[in-house]
Structure formats: C-alpha cells, structure tokens
C-alpha cells in the first residue's frame, strides 16, 4: 500500500465507522420505539388519497385493477409476499371477477404460518346515479392496514403471525344476502374451511374508521373477549372515549370469518352521515382518525393478542 492509498484507508475508515454506528443507534431506537408509537396517521392518510384518486373503483372494473397493483406495490415495498387468490361469482348484474389480496411476511423469502388475521375491503359500491369515491367505506380501511403493514414489518417476529388479506367485493349490488354482498369474505371463508380456520386464533376486520368525527362502533355481536381487550388497549393509550358498543349488530366482511370459527371483531365507525354517498370524500377524512385507530390496534396486538 502506497502513502496515497494509506491515507485514504485511514481517511475512509472513520466514515465508515461513524456511519455503522449510525444504523446500529438507529435500530436500537427502533427496538426501543413502541410499535404503536410508529403508526403514521398521515402515511395512511396518503394512501387512502391515492385510491381516492383512482376514483370510483368497484369489483369487476378496470380501476380496481389499478388499486391492486397500488396496494400490492406498497406491500412488497413493506416486505410481505402477496397471493392474489382470484375467482367468479354470480351477482344482481351477471358474472364478475373478484380477486382478495392475501399478504404473509417473507423478510427471508419464505411466507410464514400466521395466526391472526387483519383484514379490510377495497372496492368501492357500484353506483350508476352518482361517482362513489368511497374516501371511507373502503378507502380508509384500505389505507390503514397498508400503513400497518409498513410498521408490523419492521418487527418481523410479529409479522410472522400475521396474514393480511384485503378483500374484494364487500359491497352488495342490490341487497346484503346469502348471494349478494360479502363475495371476497365469504370465497376466502369457503377456501378456508373447518382445517384451513383452525391456524387462525382470532382476527380483526376494519372499515370506515377515517370519519373526522371519529366513534369507532362495536357490533354488539363481537368476540366479547376480543372487545374486552380493544377496549382496555384504548383505555391504556387514553383513547377509551372513541370506542363503544353500537346497538344491534352489522353485515360485514368478519360474518364470514366468524362462521367458521375464526372469531373476528369489526372495528367501524357506522355512524357517519355520507355512507353511500357521493359525498364520501377525502374532505371527510382525517388522518388524527386513522392515527387512533392504527395506534389502539398495533397495542391490542402487541400487548394483548400476540403475547403468547
């Protein structure tokens, strides 16, 4: 080695130094970091303004297709491995084409063998009077498991248990029923079975919990002690005055889930003035809202749920 290239080693060495020093504070801090503590309202925010962009986007079109690769995107960018698990239906207007998005972790290339489930729905109602943005009924959901996705995957022992799944066709094009509404949960349900249900000990579906004026409303029909402990991960985070019971119970995507035997709660705001609206917009959302609802999710789950 010249006296050139010995002055460059010893002029590189400490920068390389410094920067390794730098990463390793970096990741202590994350470990020191509470995961709920790293849930960004905003990030969320973003992506629900993204698939509002898109404009509406109900099962079977060619824009839905569009909010498949955003919300795929952004899965792998996050670390998951992603299954499109897709299938036809018969409904109100004909045959359509439906595909759920399935997301386990595979930091080492590998998906895992989860145990909880989260999940939300992405189309939007199919409207033919009025343009059906769905800034909350699908959006917000939508933008918030994204958003969890991200900060789950930075703990890969917790990623490991879990599946994130985003299904389609939640909306029904006349009347909820045994054959209309429901399509993704109730084909990935099937799919499942009694064998396929039992690696899955509990599971959250979220929907509509963007609204400015958030009270997130527990179907009276959800996993007691599932809502004993949401209840108690907002009670620790002082944020118990946002949630309560609502007064009868709701079809959504977790009957399915609860039918064989994969006790699912729905967290949802149903009292919310522009539901099915052309009015359910991104003016009505805020992303203070997706922020409680992320940070008392990721507590229940990393303090509660997931503990053993």
Known sequence: MNSRQTLLHYSITPLLLALAWIVFAQQLCA??????????????????????????????????????????????????????????????????????????????????????????????????????????DGGSSTGLLLELARVIGQRPNVARKIELVFFDGEEAYENFSETDGLYGSRYFAKQLQADGAKQFRAGILFDMIGDRSLGITLPADSPAAIARDIFAAAEALKLRNYFSYLDRDLIDDHMPLNAIGIPTIDIIDFDYPWWHTASDTIDKISAQSLQITGSVALYYLSELALKH
């Open 31 to 136: 470990a020191e970091t509470k995961i709920w503590e790293q849930f960004s309202g905003e990030k969320a925010f973003v992506h629900v303004q993204r698939l509002v962009d898109l404009g509406p986007h109900p099962a079977g079109s060619d824009a839905i297709e569009k909010a498949r690769d955003y919300i795929e995107e952004q899965l792998r960018h996050s670390g998951w491995q992603v299954t499109r698990q897709a299938f036809t239906d018969d409904t109100p207007r004909g045959k359509v084409h439906f595909v759920n998005l399935i997301a386990r972790f595979s930091a080492d290339g590998n998906a895992a063998s989860s145990s909880f489930l989260l999940s939300s729905h992405y189309d939007t109602k199919f409207f033919e009077a009025i343009r059906f943005v769905g800034a909350n």
